[in-house]
């Protein structure tokens, strides 16, 4: 019993009893350079962009929130969540938009329990492109991509790892990867499970494990590489990503087409 009391305290003496979040919604374009040691959250149309040494470090989850109409650019910040729970880098929902060039995000396995991380979590009507950087949701139940509702993520380079699947979807969420020598035929993916091997777009060599719904909802699509769409991180993100929008959209229209 002494033993056990022990080591509450000394859980209680390490760990901060409350995690604040740190909170951008002024609608603006805010750019981050600097650490941020607490939860971030993004709302009221607003958009924030990590640069190098814009880090989110939070042992509680997620590390980065946006909703609504929002938006969050990582160019080259590294967004790290888990430790008190089961960690999300990314959740994103509503009509949100997020866009990787670079950097991390990374959600980490409970210290104390079964919860494994995540690192990109897309639900509702959330849109997330990703043209480079690495995602992982570690843990042996981890998963580096999950989309539900009605997201939508599209992948044209990258790295992704999850601790049992990199790439899960359900519902009407949509993955498309961008690319060229998938082990399986250009179009949607017929399995609700199994490993998709190739080269994206950017040129990253890929060994994918996938799940989709085990009612067969969620959709997979491979699509082939398309007409280069990113600019300049740093200056023309938002630009890249209105291009990338119609680019989708436009592949949607086809797929659904044919």
């Given at each position: 019993?002494?033993f ?5 305290l000394?859980?209680s ?7 604040a979040?740190?909170i951008?919604n ?15 959250r ?7 962009i ?10 509680d ?5 946006v909703?609504?109409?929002?938006s ?7 967004l ?7 960690g ?5 929902s ?5 866009s990787l060039f670079g950097?991390s ?8 329990g ?18 480079g950087?690495?995602?992982?949701g570690?843990?042996p139940?981890g998963?580096g991509?999950?989309a ?10 990258g ?6 699947s990199d790439?899960s ?11 060229s020598g998938?082990?399986?035929p250009?179009g949607?993916?017929?399995p609700i499970?199994g ?15 996938f ?8 959709r997979?699509i491979?699509?082939?590489?398309q007409?280069?769409v990113?600019?300049?991180p740093?200056?023309l ?6 291009l ?12 659904r087409?044919?």
């Amino acid at each position: 019993m002494r033993f056990l009391l022990t080591i509450v305290l000394f859980l209680s003496s390490t760990v901060p009893a409350v995690y604040a979040d740190v909170i951008f919604n002024d609608g603006l374009v805010n750019t981050i350079t600097s650490p941020i040691n607490d939860r971030v959250r993004v709302s009221n149309n607003t958009t924030v962009i990590f640069n190098a040494g814009g880090n989110v470090a939070t042992p509680d989850s997620p590390a980065v929130t946006v909703l609504d109409t929002s938006s969050v650019i990582n160019n080259a910040g590294n967004l790290t969540a888990g430790g008190l729970t089961g960690g999300t880098g990314i959740f994103a929902s509503d009509n949100a938009t997020v866009s990787l060039f670079g950097g991390s995000v990374t959600g980490n396995p409970q210290i104390f329990g079964f919860d494994s991380g995540t690192g990109i979590l897309a639900l509702g009507n959330a849109t997330v492109a990703i043209f480079g950087g690495n995602v992982a949701g570690s843990g042996p139940f981890g998963t580096g991509i999950m989309a539900s509702g009605n997201a939508t993520v599209s992948i044209f380079g990258g790295n992704i790892v999850g601790g049992l699947s990199d790439l899960s979807v359900s519902d009407n969420a949509v993955i498309t990867l961008f690319g060229s020598g998938f082990n399986l035929p250009l179009g949607e993916v017929g399995p609700i499970f199994g490993t998709i091997t190739g080269t994206l777009q950017d040129g990253t060599p890929i060994d994918f494990s996938f799940t989709r719904g085990e009612d067969g909802s969620g959709r997979i699509i491979l699509a082939p590489a398309q007409v280069q769409v990113v600019p300049e991180p740093s200056g023309l993100a938002l630009t890249g990503f209105g291009l990338f929008g119609l680019l989708a959209s436009a592949w949607r229209c086809r797929n659904r087409a044919t």
